[in-house]
């Protein structure tokens, strides 16, 4: 009986080939979670949803670099917190002009 990991692993595999399903299936599954995570640490939505869909665009764009051994849920919660972070930084600089 295959694993979470073991499945996991076999999207990445796909992702990693190009395979657009495989890229769909870690939108539909990733998407709603990340934008709550994004949401709690910048307290707009709007904006939470853009950086998702950024952190998407460029997995999918670099999905040949994608290693099919590393963690998914934690490259995508860390970039996400990331981008909060700059985003966060972006509005203080914004605010101070």
């Known amino acids: ?19 657009s399903k ?17 949401e709690e640490y910048i307290s707009d939505l709007d904006s939470a ?8 665009m460029k997995l999918w764009e670099k999905h040949e670099l994608v ?4 963690n998914l849920k934690s490259y995508l919660y860390m970039a996400t917190r990331n981008a909060c972070l700059s985003h966060l930084r972006h509005l203080k600089v914004e605010s101070s002009y």
């Open 1 to 19: 009986m295959p694993t979470a990991i073991s499945i996991e692993k076999k999207i990445l595999e796909r992702l990693k080939e190009g395979d």
């Open 22 to 38: 495989a890229f769909e299936s870690v939108f539909r599954f990733w998407y709603e979670p990340l934008v709550h995570f994004a």
């Open 49 to 56: 949803r853009n950086i998702v869909q950024d952190i998407f």
């Open 67 to 70: 290693d099919p051994d590393s």
